[in-house]
């Protein structure tokens, strides 16, 4: 079985061992074979000839509003209650309210742009852009959302936002 494929050693191999099978899956899965029958080395890409496999879709699962309150009523006043709050009201995923930063909250116009997300790159967590450019959009918030002043006496990195006139 082929383990490296560079065009001196597949150039000087015979035409008719690069058409068997063996040696056209080899090279399939080096990614290969493109340039293998750019030399003429091999007639065509079987693989291509293969379906790829189904991957099942799960559909997605949801609190009821019943959930939603038991949720809300369990975290309390725990640290993050503003955050599942938030999370709850407006259907963010995780890496995007894990994302948020004062600047993409505009009380004036009771708005949030959701621009970054929180992701672990390398185990080190780092912002990163939505993966789509439909994630990267302005939410209207709605008018029971947690109150923006409240601190917690275990989140010391706490800001107040700015101030907004009305």
Same mark, same amino acid.
């Given at each position: 079985?082929?383990?490296? *494929? ?18 056209? *899956? ?37 609190? #009821? ?67 789509? #450019? ?14 923006? #002043? ?8 706490? #800001? ?7």
């Amino acid at each position: 079985m082929l383990v490296r *494929s560079r065009p001196a050693t597949t150039i000087g191999m015979k035409a008719p061992m690069m058409q068997s099978s063996m040696a056209v *899956s080899a090279l399939a899965g080096l990614g290969q074979v493109g340039q293998e029958m750019k030399w003429g080395l091999v007639t065509r890409n079987v693989a291509t000839l293969v379906e790829p496999p189904r991957v099942p879709r799960h559909e997605m699962r949801f609190l #009821s509003p019943a959930g939603a309150r038991t949720l809300l009523a369990a975290a309390g006043r725990e640290r993050l209650e503003a955050l599942y709050t938030v999370d709850l009201a407006l259907g963010l995923r995780q890496g995007e309210s894990l994302g948020l930063r004062w600047e993409d909250v505009d009380f004036a116009a009771n708005t949030l742009r959701v621009r970054y997300a929180r992701q672990r790159v390398d185990g080190a967590l780092q912002l990163v852009e939505p993966k789509t #450019s439909q994630s990267r959009r302005t939410l209207i918030m709605p008018p029971r959302s947690p109150p923006p #002043s409240r601190r917690t006496a275990s989140d010391k990195s706490w #800001s107040e936002p700015p101030a907004t006139a009305g």
